[in-house]
């Protein structure tokens, strides 16, 4: 698997697969085909696991066990991402992401992934909750690996490409939808407003709630109409990024691989000259409960108050950073916990959000070319005015772009696809930012318009 931008190079020394340890002879044909992977899966054990999966689908009932769904997951995830790297031209837009994302959907609504099957990796997502804990490990690990010193600056200065990009996004985007011929009522609540609103259950849900709520129609109905926005909205974004990490591979002076500002450096053990080291097990285990122990700080504010979660967990993990209140070697066990989920669990999450959370039929509804031109013009916008923004308040403008494309994402789910397709998920605290308070104050001005002109 390629590795993330910010991710550690560790020096491997060839062996031969015909030896042991010992020095002993063993079958070296079997351990090349044990060494023969799909993604992280040894091609054997993949096999084996199709099996499994097709023995409990014949059965009727696949559980939905933390068991069972890290071979479906792991599986379907990796093997959806293998095809992506191979597609010519594709595979240099995230084309790995991008089909691990979507592809389950479609599978789902062909009737390919059999509902027994559908039914486990649902009920397994809603109830484990493990975007939270991908998202919570992601924040933290990137926030403690980040230059203490850039840190906060790089939060200011990534409000002003989100700003520009998000005004220039409304501007163009109902140009070029009354142009096509919807009313400027239309194209600003129903398509721009979704595409910009922060996802589906912080923003389509609370949009359609208000819009019914105000007009006397049916939620429902209002859900059906914005949530084709928001899938598709989401889909360009992800192509977007993946677009920029191709620019930034031919242009090198426009990245930073990862990295937000010039000068900026990973883990610099709270600003300390001592050398890098690996952290141990321990270490890295109680960097995890560390995650997951912000995270809940976060929820329980989100139950308090009604404030995100996640952005209340990123505050935290930004004061811990600041205060230098987290001992270098767990901040170095948080940072290896991140490069952990950032290769290994992406994948198979987007699987998992692919199946339980992305209704083809919904990303499908969009497909008419009115409203496809019109998120695109949404979309383009958004990212090309963030990531010329970027460079005049000298910010990398390939990370100024993505982080302005996640104003597009569908929630948590997309900032995973976006950051995923461009190899820069070291960005997830500031692709938060644009998803969760941007889409909120978007939300929160849209529904204020719309008691005045659009009821």
């Known amino acids: 698997m390629t590795p993330l ?3 550690a190079q560790v020096e491997v020394t060839p062996v031969d697969p015909a030896h042991t340890a010992d020095g002993e002879s063993g079958p070296g044909w079997w351990w090349r085909i044990m060494e023969t992977r799909i993604g992280i899966v040894p091609l054997p054990v993949f096999v084996v696991i199709v099996g499994l999966i097709a023995a409990y689908v014949r059965l009727g009932k696949v559980p939905a066990d933390l068991t069972t769904n890290i071979l479906i997951l792991t599986a379907g995830g990796f093997a959806c991402a293998e095809v992506g790297k191979h597609l010519p031209g594709l595979r240099r837009v ?3 992401a991008i089909l691990a994302a979507f592809v389950p959907s479609l599978l789902v609504w062909l009737g390919i992934i059999p509902a027994p099957l559908k039914a486990s990796i649902a009920t397994f997502t809603d109830q484990s909750n493990f975007l939270y804990l991908f998202i919570g490990t992601i924040i933290v690990g990137s926030i403690l690996g980040m230059d203490r010193r850039m840190l906060i600056g790089g939060f200011l200065k990534i409000l002003a490409p989100m700003l520009a990009g998000s005004i220039a996004a409304v501007i163009a985007g109902c140009t070029v939808g009354v142009a096509l011929g919807f009313s400027l009522s239309h194209v600003a609540f129903f398509i721009v407003v979704p595409v910009l609103g922060g996802g589906v259950g912080e923003g389509a849900i609370p949009l359609s709630i208000g819009y019914a709520a105000l007009s006397g129609m049916p939620q429902g109905d209002m859900l059906a109409e914005i949530l084709p926005a928001v899938m598709f909205g989401n889909l360009a974004a992800v192509l977007s990024a993946g677009g920029l990490n191709l620019l930034g591979k031919r242009h090198p002076h426009l990245t930073g691989d990862g990295e937000l500002q010039p000068g900026e450096h990973d883990v610099p053990l709270s600003g300390s000259a001592a050398p890098r080291f690996l952290p141990d097990l321990p270490t890295i285990g109680g960097a995890v409960v560390l995650a997951m122990t912000l995270y809940t700080i976060g929820a329980l504010v989100q139950q ?3 404030f995100p979660g996640p952005v209340t967990m990123l505050f935290v993990a930004l004061a811990l950073k600041l205060g230098r209140l987290v001992s270098p070697q767990l901040e170095q066990g948080a940072y290896r916990s991140y ?3 950032a290769q290994v669990v992406t994948y198979p999450l987007l699987f998992a959000l692919g199946v339980a959370k992305t209704p083809w039929e919904k990303l499908m ?3 008419n070319v ?8 949404t979309v383009g916008a958004l990212v090309v005015t963030g990531f010329v923004t970027g460079r005049l308040v000298n910010i990398h403008p390939v990370e100024a772009g993505i982080v302005t494309a996640c104003r597009a994402s569908q929630g948590g789910t997309g900032d995973v696809a976006i950051l995923s397709a461009s190899n820069r998920m070291v960005l997830m605290p500031f692709a938060q930012v644009a998803t969760r308070i941007g889409g909120a104050l978007t939300v929160t001005v849209a529904l204020a318009l719309f008691a005045r002109f659009g009821g």
């Open 304 to 306: 308090l108050t009604g």
């Open 5 to 7: 931008a910010g991710s």
């Open 370 to 377: 009115a409203e496809i031109l019109t998120i695109v013009a």
């Open 365 to 367: 509804s969009a497909f």
């Open 339 to 341: 490069q952990f989920f």
């Open 94 to 96: 995230g084309a790995a």
